[in-house]
């Protein structure tokens, strides 16, 4: 039996991108970040500005860690 590889640039590139239902579910996180509370946000060592600066990040402005090889 023979597998086929897609050893292209563009199937290099597709294994790299999440997917639409990652971006999305990345994005609903970012909103719930951005509306809990101080006690919460202290919980989980973030400040205020970082929840709302991570928040107000577009959908397409993925993690690092999500394009690394």
């Known amino acids: 039996m023979t597998f086929l590889t897609d050893t292209t640039t563009a ?3 597709r294994r790299r991108l ?3 239902g990652a971006l999305f579910a990345l994005a609903r996180q970012r909103r719930a970040l951005a509306v809990l509370d101080t006690e919460r946000l202290r919980d989980i060592g973030v400040t205020r500005a ?3 600066q991570e928040a107000h990040r577009p ?3 993925i993690p690092e ?3 690394e090889n």
């Open 11 to 13: 199937g290099r590139l």
């Open 59 to 61: 959908i397409w402005d």
């Open 18 to 20: 999440p997917s639409f």
């Open 50 to 52: 970082q929840a709302l």
């Open 65 to 67: 860690h999500w394009s």
